[in-house]
């Protein structure tokens, strides 16, 4: 899980927001426990949410890959159209004015 560090912030302030609401609840204001509470459940439910969604972060790129890199594929592939169109007979184009036999 490359998010853990988001859980971890979502879930440390989740439980920071239960203290308060347990705190608030037990104290002298029951009904303020409602605030912190419902923010608790939410930082809870973000907290699932990153859990089970995909990275946030870009893919890490490879430093070096044992498949062929694309410039070298389409530099080689430039190369074999070269060789290819080299080793083709060339054709004489028309003079100018000259009709084609159709």
Known sequence: ??????????????MLCSWGTVHAALGSAPLMAMFPGALALALFGAAAWAAVTGSFAPPVKPVWSEARPPA??????????????????RTAAPAFGAKSRS
């Open 72 to 89: 070298v594929t389409r530099w080689l592939k430039d190369r074999a159209d070269r060789a290819d169109a080299a080793s083709k007979p």
């Open 1 to 14: 899980m490359r998010n853990r560090w988001y859980v971890a912030g979502l879930a440390g302030a989740a």
